[in-house]
């Protein structure tokens, strides 16, 4: 053999092995639970069953199992156990309604998707019978055998406890459920949730809570210009979705607000369907860390392409204490506000929730916020909550903190100094002071202080309260709501937010460039949130045990482009739960 047959013979040898090699690999990397961390771009398959008009749909698009899997391999040895009974928690949440057990039950045959959605505001649309919505849950199988020797074991056991069968052929397939399910014609108010399957070829199987559901999801596979599938909104916001996922969550907004018993303007006024935000949609994500997501929120309004602000940290943070577990930062608040208040304005409770603080400022000051303050924040602005200690018992005590360049608007002047005269008409003294060598304007009110025996004597304590400072440092106005948070602010340059391990880590995995950050540093503000909202508790009981390993939650805006507006949100994890 000649010498170069024998090089080439190598090279031919040498490069199957190598592209051998590599397909083994890639092939290894996708089965092992690793490869979750990169996600997939595949759509909920089970979408075909869901009607444009369909307030939720929520799919997980992996095998449970496969978390699990996860799970114990990024999790330290010892807390393997608590870990795996937590995702068992989960597991069987996810069809805890149903009374079935996922390990007896779908384990065994279960494929790498669950679907589950609110396919309707009311089943028979009647409403002197009360709203009943339609929910179906439609599984993949992974052994169609298994799958219906499942199903055949479950409603023989619902007919030995007495539940009168029924076995319906419709359009190919057969449907099973009980007699008192039958049309949902029962007049009662809240009937109890019952089941009726069907089985889909040998990929899908459906559950409801009644056959019309089940009739009206295979209408909607047979009739596919009803499907979601071919929802132009659906499509759009799937479209601007461009990372790795295992889960997504899509949201009919207008049709949620009627099922949460209001209905939105869109609903009720087809003039203003233009106003509202019409859909999101959320791509769920894994990192080693926690959990990201991916949104697409369709607001059809506001048809104007905006790029990202900034690729770097928002200049305004370097104000912000590090010891804030509440920051909002971003450029052009003045821009920001208008978006949000238009977008919300077609939904009343969710108008009020953001109208609502500022309407109480507005109240409390004698001004116009978003016309007073909003209107020259055309750079970049941060707004933090600075908590500090107050008294012997160590009762936390929170200051607001809010920056803004005024550099970029040559109103911010005469704007910063009307609120000065604002202040004065309120009977708000207006003085200055040094505080670490910066001079800054204070704003105080006098009170007098004692019981009303110690002010009927000659001798009356007047106290000076104060009710804001502000002060001009660079480009930048500062204010705060006590004297202590702007001597935190001067000093903060040494030691910002935006240097500290956490933020950074909060906002890593978050796309750049963006319009900025809202970071909540859950362990540090969780006992001021629940003092302020005590219903936040029952929320940590039912999300347990979520609330027990948030460390920080972040979400950004990615700006918009065809009346899509993308986002994403990062929730850092810690490995183990606090010991309570």
């Given at each position: 053999m000649k010498l170069r047959s024998f090089f080439y013979l190598l090279a031919t040898i040498a490069t199957g092995l190598f592209l051998t090699g590599t397909i083994a690999f890639f092939w290894l990397f996708?089965?092992?639970?690793?490869?979750?961390?990169?996600?997939?771009?595949?759509?909920?398959?089970?979408?075909?069953?869901?009607?444009?008009?369909?307030?939720?749909?929520?799919?997980?698009?992996?095998?449970?199992?496969?978390?699990?899997?996860?799970?114990?391999?990024?999790?330290?040895?010892?807390?393997?156990?608590?870990?795996?009974a937590e995702l068992d928690q989960f597991k069987q949440g996810l069809i805890g309604a149903t009374g079935l057990d996922y390990q007896r039950d779908l384990q065994p045959w279960l494929g790498d998707e669950i679907t589950l959605a609110v396919t309707t505001l009311d089943i028979d649309r009647d409403s002197e019978n009360g709203q009943q919505p339609g929910y179906l849950m439609a599984l993949t199988t992974k052994d169609p055998q298994r799958s219906r020797e499942f199903l055949q074991v479950f409603w023989q056991k619902q007919a030995i406890a007495g539940t009168n069968l029924i076995f319906e052929p419709y359009k190919g397939t057969k449907l099973i459920y009980g007699s008192e399910l039958k049309d949902s014609q029962t007049r009662k108010p809240n009937p109890p949730l019952l089941l009726a399957s069907a089985v889909i070829g040998d990929r899908f199987v459906?559950?409801?809570?009644?056959?019309?559901?089940?009739?009206?999801?295979?209408?909607?596979?047979?009739?596919?210009?009803?499907?979601?599938?071919?929802?132009?909104?659906?499509?759009?916001?799937i479209a601007n979705l461009t990372q790795g996922r295992i889960g997504m969550v899509f949201l009919n907004l207008p049709q949620l607000a009627a099922l949460t018993g209001e209905e939105s303007v869109a609903v009720t006024n087809s003039e203003e369907v233009s106003a509202v935000y019409q859909g999101l949609a959320i791509a769920l994500g894994l990192d080693r860390q926690g959990l990201t997501a991916e949104t697409a929120l369709l607001a059809p309004a506001v048809?104007?392409?905006?790029?990202?602000?900034?690729?770097?940290?928002?200049?305004?943070?370097?104000?912000?204490?590090?010891?804030?577990?509440?920051s909002a930062s971003g450029v052009d608040l003045d821009r920001a506000w208008a978006n949000l208040s238009q977008g919300v304005s077609g939904y009343r409770?969710?108008?009020?929730?953001?109208?609502?603080?500022?309407?109480?400022?507005?109240?409390?000051?004698?001004?116009?916020?978003?016309q007073d303050i909003f209107s020259w924040v055309k750079g970049d602005?941060?707004?933090?909550?600075?908590?500090?200690?107050?008294?012997?018992?160590?009762?936390?005590?929170?200051?607001?903190?809010?920056?803004?360049?005024?550099?970029?608007?040559?109103?911010?002047?005469?704007?910063?100094?009307?609120?000065?005269?604002?202040?004065?008409?309120?009977?708000?003294?207006?003085?200055?002071?040094?505080?670490?060598?910066?001079?800054?304007?204070?704003?105080?009110?006098?009170?007098?202080?004692?019981?009303a025996e110690k002010r009927s004597?000659?001798?009356?304590?007047?106290?000076?309260?104060?009710?804001?400072?502000?002060?001009?440092?660079?480009?930048?106005?500062?204010?705060?709501?006590?004297?202590?948070?702007?001597?935190?602010?001067?000093?903060?340059?040494?030691?910002?937010?935006?240097?500290?391990?956490?933020?950074?880590?909060a906002i890593a995995?978050?796309?750049?460039?963006?319009?900025?950050?809202?970071?909540?540093?859950?362990?540090?503000?969780?006992?001021?949130?629940?003092?302020?909202?005590?219903?936040l508790k029952v929320l940590e009981f039912a999300g347990q045990p979520f609330f027990d390993h948030l460390r920080s939650f972040t979400i950004s805006s990615y700006g918009s482009r065809s009346g899509v507006q993308r986002g994403g949100a990062f929730l850092k994890l810690e490995e183990t739960s606090k010991v309570k």
């Open positions: 996708a089965q092992s639970p690793l490869g979750l961390l990169n996600g997939s771009r595949d759509e909920p398959s089970a979408a075909m069953f869901i009607s444009k008009q369909a307030p939720v749909m929520a799919s997980l698009m992996v095998n449970p199992d496969r978390l699990t899997a996860l799970r114990q391999i990024v999790v330290k040895p010892g807390k393997r156990k608590q870990a795996r459906l559950f409801a809570n009644s056959p019309k559901v089940l009739r009206d999801a295979i209408n909607t596979v047979q009739a596919e210009e009803l499907g979601l599938e071919n929802s132009t909104n659906y499509q759009s916001a048809d104007i392409a905006s790029t990202p602000s900034t690729s770097k940290s928002v200049g305004a943070l370097k104000y912000i204490p590090a010891s804030s577990p509440l409770s969710v108008a009020d929730l953001v109208n609502r603080p500022v309407e109480a400022l507005n109240d409390r000051w004698k001004l116009d916020l978003p602005y941060a707004l933090g909550l600075v908590p500090r200690p107050e008294g012997t018992q160590e009762k936390t005590v929170s200051d607001w903190v809010f920056v803004a360049d005024k550099s970029t608007d040559q109103t911010a002047q005469s704007a910063i100094e009307h609120l000065d005269d604002i202040a004065k008409a309120q009977g708000i003294s207006i003085g200055s002071l040094q505080l670490s060598d910066q001079t800054v304007n204070v704003w105080t009110r006098l009170l007098v202080a004692g019981d004597q000659k001798t009356v304590d007047v106290q000076a309260q104060v009710a804001g400072v502000h002060a001009s440092v660079g480009n930048y106005e500062i204010f705060t709501t006590s004297v202590e948070a702007m001597d935190d602010v001067l000093k903060a340059t040494k030691n910002p937010i935006s240097q500290t391990k956490g933020f950074e880590q995995p978050l796309s750049t460039p963006n319009n900025g950050y809202l970071y909540l540093d859950w362990q540090t503000a969780q006992p001021i949130l629940e003092s302020r909202f005590p219903v």
